[in-house]
């Protein structure tokens, strides 16, 4: 890459940290898997090889930010963001390594992804997952085999899904005679595997202790009536969210591109039908979070600056009927979605990505990047909604809670029990009543996750338990723990409606002891009254 | 620059994004909102009493995760709460004490809460869900139903 590309692609690696820095000060994409990812790296400090050796910790991240996480989520979401920048020039020189003419092109579509940013600022290992992404098609691309099979192969142990990535990988390796990516895609899990195998003294033990649950707690009334379907306009939301010039994508052509951004687009499709299915099926605990499909941002980066190269009026450009035909699916899709409730916000994407289409065909290619960079900047602002990330969005009553409780200073002091996960880093950020303590309920199918998953033979799941007690979204109150005679007269209930509740707090012995002071929308706040078991 | 258009590599995309503008004229012109208020005006009603001891229940909250579709009464003596979710949905009944011959799942001091109408017919709701909602409304009519008066209960 020349200076001047550099020069833009660092400049716009600022712009990704400066929007998502700015995120992370406001707290807008405060998120309760963020805090999460946090919670995950402070456990290696506090108990290492219970935490590395569960796999659902996300071990290789749990391991990364496990340095930074002493210092607090504040700290930790400052270290993600640095991360999650990095995937603007991972993708910026894979895009000079296959020859694309503007690789800071594809760095943009990178460093404006409205989901790129708000996963960045909000600590989501979705982000991770971008730049894990990123990695895997540089080093591809630079025919670094071994090295693109290990971290392939490590993925897979950041987000399950990416199982997808490892599996089109491997398949392109077998097919292409790359025996050293296969050995890569096989180094992480062996190493894992038998380390894992000397600490739990078993050695099927990934089986036995799997990363995540196969299918959902029984009797858990949020997924027994769970009917997973995604719609058109959120999936449209969705994609827009990762990059509203995913417009464009339909003017893609095999032809034109890399091996290696073939194979991309591949792993693009799988994965999105994959993510789209799941759901339905129940299964791996997957809903319909569009942060999940947020890693095909790499490739689709890629094959947005490849379509972009080839919608001039030059020969060998393409044809009129591919950009009719790829630009029309793209409208009727946005027009479809706004009619079936959808924002008409789509339909502006398709009218501008079209006419910048339009104006490359004129021979205009100077004029065309008006259009394209107006979509690109525009994305962090009116596209974000479709990630579904915002604390707006997931935690819709947690400034009302904060607000209520701030209305009552004769309450500081009071022990607070909630099953807010966020409350407790809403009072951190000095939102909350002075001296008291965010008790969280630790709600039954959350425990359950962490007691299936976890190995109670070797000590490792006391370990982790007792490790959690430290913090788990405030002072964690175990479903067993939370009865009427452990919880003191006046202490306040800050409650977010869940159809979990019921299984941690049976409303048949605990509305009796309670004094509802706000039964507002979607959240209650009651007082413990005196008496009672 | 004229003759430039003239190539179907500019023209055509020009025409989709022609069509685009059209779509938002359609989208302003006949917006989906307005056909959604047409269904409002259809829609069940509830009177200000009910819904005030529903402790101001309103359509679009969530109940225990469940969306709230649409509230109406007193009719028959009963207040309807319809309640959705991925496709599914059912109602929440609620009655004055001693009107009903059936045995309601929870009772607050003064009235009854049943449920039904569960669609698709051959769903079948999981008992925590009846609980966690039939609880969460008896909370709020608890707070409400001692200083509440619904006319026609």
């Keep these: ?533 | 620059m004229t003759s430039a258009w003239k190539s179907p590599r500019a023209w055509v995309p020009a025409l989709v994004a022609l069509s685009c503008a059209l779509g938002l004229l359609v989208a302003w012109v006949d917006p989906v909102k307005r056909q959604a208020q047409a269904q409002d005006a259809r829609a069940p009603r509830i009177t200000d009493e009910g819904r005030a001891l529903l402790g101001g229940l309103a359509e679009g909250e969530r109940l225990m995760g469940w969306t709230v579709q649409a509230l109406d009464g007193p009719r028959d003596g009963l207040l309807h709460i319809e309640l959705g979710r991925d496709q599914v949905g059912f109602a929440l009944m609620v009655a004055t004490k001693g009107t009903r011959a059936e045995s309601a799942p929870v009772e607050t001091e003064r009235y009854v809460i049943f449920y039904g109408h569960v669609h698709p017919p051959e769903t079948i709701l999981p008992d925590g869900t009846i609980r966690a909602t039939t609880h969460a409304l008896a909370r709020r009519i608890r707070a409400q139903e001692a200083t509440v008066v619904v006319p026609g209960m």
């Design chain 1, 1 to 533: 890459m020349s200076a001047r590309t550099w020069a833009v692609v660092l400049l716009l690696t600022a712009a990704y940290v400066g929007l998502a820095g700015a995120a992370v000060l406001d707290g807008r994409f405060l998120h309760d898997e963020g805090v999460l990812t946090h919670l995950l790296a402070s456990l290696v400090g506090r108990e290492p090889l219970a935490t590395v050796f569960l796999q659902k910790a996300r071990p290789p991240l749990a391991v990364l930010y496990a340095p930074v996480a002493p210092a607090g989520f504040g700290a930790f979401c400052w270290a993600h963001v640095l991360v999650a920048a990095l995937a603007v020039p991972l993708v910026a020189s894979t895009a000079a390594r296959l020859g694309h003419a503007r690789p800071e092109l594809p760095a943009a579509v990178v460093a404006l992804s409205p989901m790129h940013v708000a996963a960045g600022a909000a600590g989501l290992m979705n982000a991770d997952a971008v730049v894990g992404v990123a990695l895997v098609a540089l080093s591809w691309s630079r025919q670094r085999w071994l090295t693109t099979g290990v971290v392939a192969g490590v993925l897979v142990w950041v987000r399950a899904e990416l199982a997808v990535l490892a599996l089109v990988l491997a398949v392109w390796a077998a097919w292409r005679r790359r025996p050293r990516v296969l050995l890569g895609l096989c180094a992480f899990p062996l190493v894992y595997g038998v380390a894992g195998a000397i600490y739990h003294r078993e050695l099927v033990w990934m089986l036995w202790f799997p990363p995540a649950l196969a299918a959902p707690m029984e009797g858990n009334p949020f997924w027994e009536a769970h009917q997973a379907q995604a719609s058109l306009p959120v999936v449209m939301a969705a994609a827009l969210s990762i990059t509203p010039v995913v417009a464009l994508l339909g003017l893609w052509r095999a032809s034109s591109a890399h091996a290696v951004e073939r194979a991309g687009l591949v792993f693009v499709g799988l994965f999105a039908g994959a993510l789209v299915l799941l759901p339905r099926w129940q299964l791996f605990n997957f809903d319909l979070s569009p942060r999940y499909l947020l890693p095909v941002l790499p490739f689709l980066a890629l094959a947005v600056s490849r379509v972009v190269e080839q919608w001039g009026a030059e020969p060998g450009a393409a044809s009129p009927r591919r950009r009719g035909l790829g630009l029309l699916a793209f409208a009727i899709l946005a027009f479809a979605s706004e009619r079936a409730g959808g924002r008409a916000g789509a339909l502006v994407v398709g009218g501008l990505a079209s006419l910048a289409v339009a104006l490359g065909g004129a021979g205009l290619p100077a004029l065309a990047r008006v259009p394209l960079a107006t979509l690109l900047a525009l994305g962090p602002v009116v596209f974000g909604d479709g990630a579904r990330i915002a604390r707006h969005q997931h935690s819709p009553t947690l400034d009302r809670m904060v607000l209520r409780l701030r209305e009552h200073p004769d309450w500081a002091g009071r022990p607070i029990y909630t099953n807010e996960p966020l409350l407790a880093e809403m009072f951190e950020r000095g939102g909350g009543l002075p001296g008291s303590t965010v008790h969280y309920l630790v709600q039954a199918d959350q425990l359950h996750e962490l007691t299936s998953l976890s190995n109670p033979n070797n000590g490792q799941r006391q370990a982790l338990l007792q490790a959690l007690r430290l913090g788990f979204y405030g002072a964690p109150v175990m479903p067993d723990e939370l009865t009427p005679s452990a919880v003191p007269a006046g202490a306040v209930f800050v409650l977010r409606e869940d159809s979990r509740l019921a299984l941690v707090m049976p409303p048949e012995l605990w509305d009796p002891l309670l004094e509802v002071v706000y039964p507002g929308g979607g959240m209650t706040i009651a007082l413990r009254r005196e008496g009672g078991p």
